[in-house]
C-alpha cells in the first residue's frame, strides 16, 4: 500500500533562511509525487510534480524538490524563506484516483 | 479566473439537518474527488467519480452521498450531520487516465455543525 510520510510536523526558520521539509513515501512502482501548499482556510495549491526524468524539478514561488528513489525521499526546498511562505506543506502520492497525502509540515516564518 | 469553485465558502448546518456542498469545474476533467479535512490533519479521500462511475472509498460512512449530474459540477451530501462531520471540505479534479495525476483543488466549503 501507497504511503507518505512527513517527519516533522511544525518548522520555524528565520526570513531569509534557508528551508528543507522532508518528505518519505512507500509505493508500489515509479511513483508520482507531489507537493502541495494551503494557506489557512484554503484549498490546496500545487507546488510542484515529479513524474518522470530530471529528479530535481523546479516548482513555482520559488520552491524546488529532489527525488532520490535509493532513500524514497522528495524533500521540498527553498533557498530563501519569505514570510508570504507561512502555511501548511503537504506531501502526496500517487495518480488519478488514488493519491495519499502526507500528515503536513505547518511552516512558521519568524521576521 | 477560478478553475474548481466550492460553494458556499462556509456552511453551517443542525445537527441531522441534511446539507449540501457544490462544487464546479471549468477545466473539462474526466475526475472529481471530495475529500474531508480535519484540523491539522491530511485531506482524506472520500470518493471520487470517475466520468459518471462513482467510486467509494471503503471506510467512506454511508451518511456521505454524492452526485454528477454532469461532467462541470458535483455535490456533495450529507444526510444527517453529526458533530464529527464539522471540518474544511475539499472538492479536487483530475484530468484522468494514464497521463493524469495532477488534482486541481478548490478553495474548500469549511462545515460547523450546531
Known amino acids: 500500500a501507497q504511503s507518505v510520510t512527513q517527519p516533522d510536523i511544525h518548522i520555524t526558520v528565520s526570513e531569509g533562511a534557508s528551508l528543507e521539509l522532508r518528505c518519505n513515501y512507500s509505493?508500489?512502482?515509479?511513483?508520482?509525487l507531489f507537493w502541495y501548499v494551503q494557506s489557512p482556510g484554503q484549498g490546496l495549491q500545487l507546488l510542484l510534480k515529479y513524474f518522470s526524468g530530471d529528479t530535481l524539478v523546479q516548482g513555482i514561488k520559488g520552491f524546488e524538490a529532489e527525488f532520490k528513489r535509493s532513500q524514497s525521499s522528495f524533500n521540498l526546498r527553498k533557498p530563501s524563506v519569505h514570510w508570504s511562505d507561512a502555511a501548511e506543506y503537504f506531501c502526496?502520492?500517487?495518480?488519478?484516483?488514488?493519491?495519499?497525502f502526507g500528515a503536513g509540515t505547518r511552516l512558521t516564518v519568524k521576521p | 479566473d477560478a478553475m474548481v469553485i466550492q460553494n458556499p465558502r462556509y456552511q453551517v448546518t443542525q445537527f441531522g439537518k441534511p446539507v449540501t456542498l457544490s462544487c464546479s469545474q471549468t477545466l473539462n476533467h474526466n475526475v472529481m474527488y471530495w475529500y474531508q479535512q480535519k484540523s491539522s490533519q491530511a485531506p482524506k479521500l472520500l470518493f471520487h467519480y470517475y466520468d459518471k462511475d462513482f467510486n467509494n472509498e471503503a471506510d467512506t460512512p454511508d451518511n456521505f452521498q454524492s452526485r454528477r449530474p454532469n461532467t462541470s459540477f458535483c455535490f456533495l451530501d450529507i444526510r444527517s450531520p453529526g458533530l464529527g462531520d464539522a471540518a474544511m471540505y475539499l472538492c479536487a479534479t483530475s484530468r484522468g487516465g494514464l497521463s493524469g495525476g495532477i488534482q486541481y483543488f478548490g478553495a474548500g466549503t469549511r462545515l460547523s455543525v450546531l
Open positions: 509505493y508500489g512502482a515509479t511513483p508520482y
Open positions: 502526496a502520492v500517487g495518480a488519478s484516483g488514488d493519491m495519499r
